[in-house]
């Protein structure tokens, strides 16, 4: 028989209870946003018999999310990631910018990776496919609350490596940036938001001819074969910010 | 930063098998004959294995997943990592 042993990454890294966020009297103020009024009631009723949750408002689709977001002010909101009329990541980007007290929860009808990565880059704090028992919900509601950060386990290695992956590609494109003259960043700056060689020109108070030579220089160094590859460069690795920075 | 592991990249040893059956993730050296339960966690730096990632780039992915203070997300990599390596699962690349 073989011996088994446990190696786990949960010392802290995934302790209950970590950052915990006193909760009032008045318990969790939650704002149920989702297309199906059947689901919204369902929820509604489940979180209703615990005592230190409470339905504040109800959205069927992402403006009326927002909106009661704005007006309720609810401590966590649980956002469906297929809303109409603005989209769930959507929502909560709105939401996070406007109520930024406000935990998200975002449901989706599974497991999606890019959806995923949307939602923790629109503020959402966690993400629950609406397969999950409901007990699972009404624990996350919880978690979110308390400040935590819910990811369903078979997501986080995938998730990882994205990250991972991004930051080479990020890094990479860093590294070529580098390579660029001041007068070069100015113009690819200008290229990725569109700018042809007139304008470029003229923004720059420079020739055509020479804004043309710019362009070039700034293709090989990037190793892309068009203006259109360039502007796509920076915009894949979101580095427009970093050009217009370093350009000025 | 600095971790309190080797230097290098991890690498998961070729003979080691994984098997995954519902919750459980089993690892299994037949060399030893020990099997290694893994939580889902755990099983996340484990698929990072791969000899290219550096334990810097575990934590800064981990860190940003959390928003976990880098000193605790480096110190339970770090501590994932040499239980790996203690049990001869990996190996590591310059």
């Known amino acids: 028989m073989p011996e088994v042993r446990r190696l786990t990454l949960d010392s802290r890294c995934s302790a209950p209870g970590r950052g915990i966020v006193a909760i009032g009297d008045a318990g969790v103020r939650i704002l149920l946003a989702d297309e199906q009024s059947l689901f919204r009631e369902a929820v509604k009723v489940v979180l209703g018999n615990e005592d230190d949750l409470e339905v504040v408002a109800e959205a069927r689709d992402g403006v009326q999310a927002v909106s009661e977001a704005e007006r309720v002010r609810p401590d966590v909101a649980l956002i469906d990631a297929g809303l109409p009329n603005c989209d769930g990541v959507s929502a909560t980007a709105l939401i996070r910018e406007r109520v930024p007290e406000c935990r998200i929860l975002v449901l989706a009808g599974e497991e999606d990776h890019r959806t995923l990565i949307d939602a923790l880059e629109a503020g959402a704090s966690g993400y629950l496919t609406k397969e999950c028992p409901l007990g699972e919900l009404i624990e996350a509601a919880r978690a979110v609350h308390r400040g935590e950060i819910l990811i369903p386990p078979r997501m986080l290695g995938p998730l990882l490596r994205g990250l991972i992956s991004r930051r080479r590609d990020q890094d990479e ?3 070529k940036m580098s390579r660029l003259t001041r007068r070069e960043r100015e113009v690819l700056a200008l290229l990725a938001e569109g700018a042809d060689n007139d304008g470029i020109a003229q923004t720059l108070v420079i020739s055509p001819q020479t804004a043309r030579t710019h362009i070039q220089n700034v293709l ?17 690795n979101d580095i427009l910010e970093d050009l217009v920075g370093s350009a000025t | 930063m600095t971790l309190s592991v080797r230097q290098g990249r991890p690498a998961r040893r070729p003979e080691v098998w994984l098997r995954q059956a519902g919750d459980e993730n089993a690892v299994y050296t037949p060399s030893s004959g020990e099997v290694f339960l893994m939580n889902e966690t755990a099983l996340a730096i484990w698929h990072l294995c791969d000899g290219a990632t550096s334990p810097k780039e575990m934590v800064e992915a981990v860190c940003e997943v959390s928003n976990m203070h880098p000193d605790i997300v480096e110190e339970d990599v770090a501590r994932i990592l040499s239980d790996f390596d203690r049990a001869g699962l990996i190996e590591w690349k310059e």
């Open chain 1, 173 to 175: 494109a860093l590294r």
């Open chain 1, 220 to 236: 090989g160094k990037l190793g892309v074969h068009s203006r259109l590859e360039a502007a796509a460069f920076v915009r894949q």
